[in-house]
Each structure stands twice: as C-alpha cells, then as structure tokens.
C-alpha cells in the first residue's frame, strides 16, 4: 500500500504560481512513477503530468505545457507540481496518483486507470 497526501493547493489570482505537494508513504516510493490529474467541477478527470520513477522523463498535457513542472524527491518520498501563470481554467481538485509503470511506458501514465494508488485532493481556484 501506498498513501498520498496533497498539499499546496488555495487560491490565487490569475498569472500567479502555487508549487503542490503530494507526500508518500507505505511501499518503496521510488518504485513508482508519479502522476498529477485534476478535476473541475462537472468535467471528467483530466491528466495534469506524470514523471517516471527516477525523475528522467516527464510527460504533460497539452493545457499545462510550459506552464507547469512535475518533479520528485525520492529521498524525501515526495511529488511536486510547479505550476505558473495560472489561468481561471486550471480551477480544479487536483490529485497525486502512483502507478507501478513499466520503463519505456510513461506515456501510459497519461490514463487514469493506469495509476495504483490516489490521494484525496487538493483544491486549487484561480480567480480572475
């Protein structure tokens, strides 16, 4: 088992920043490639990034690209989501999720059925 707990997400105004935080715990983090999504209210669940287990290779959806970043710290067990120049549109609950993807298969990890684990959410509104 592996829990994944959201942090950093609040309110800000449009074209600022907010760096989210998803903490693990449980079984080996670094075993795992590492994923953000985000729902709006209404909308289906939407892929944010995903970076594999060792931080070499990232993967972003087509709405966030050069506007956000996914990192991780194995040491520290824990996932980051860089995000600048937020727009109203990037209002949404947004999830950290872990899947056990196999090397050469990060781009799967744009598929929310591909992911083991979830955690709770973190809220996140860009007021205009």
């Known amino acids: 088992q592996v829990q994944l707990v959201e942090s950093g997400g609040g309110l800000v105004q449009a074209g600022g920043s907010l760096k989210l935080s998803c903490a693990a715990s449980?079984?080996?983090?670094?075993?795992?490639?590492m994923g953000w999504f985000r729902q709006a209210p209404g909308k289906e669940r939407e892929f944010v990034a995903v970076?594999?287990?060792?931080?070499?290779?990232?993967y972003f959806g087509d709405s966030v690209k050069g506007r956000f970043t996914i990192s991780r710290d194995n040491a520290k067990n824990t996932a980051y989501l860089q995000m600048i120049g937020l727009k109203p549109e990037d209002t949404a609950v947004y999830y950290c999720?872990?899947?056990?993807?196999?090397?050469?298969?990060?781009?799967?990890?744009?598929?929310?059925?591909?992911?083991?684990?979830w955690g709770q959410g973190t809220q996140v509104t860009v007021s205009s």
């Open positions: 999720a872990a899947a056990a993807l196999l090397p050469g298969e990060l781009v799967a990890g744009t598929v929310a059925d591909e992911y083991d684990y």
């Open positions: 449980g079984r080996a983090f670094s075993a795992y490639a």
């Open positions: 970076i594999n287990w060792s931080g070499t290779m990232t």
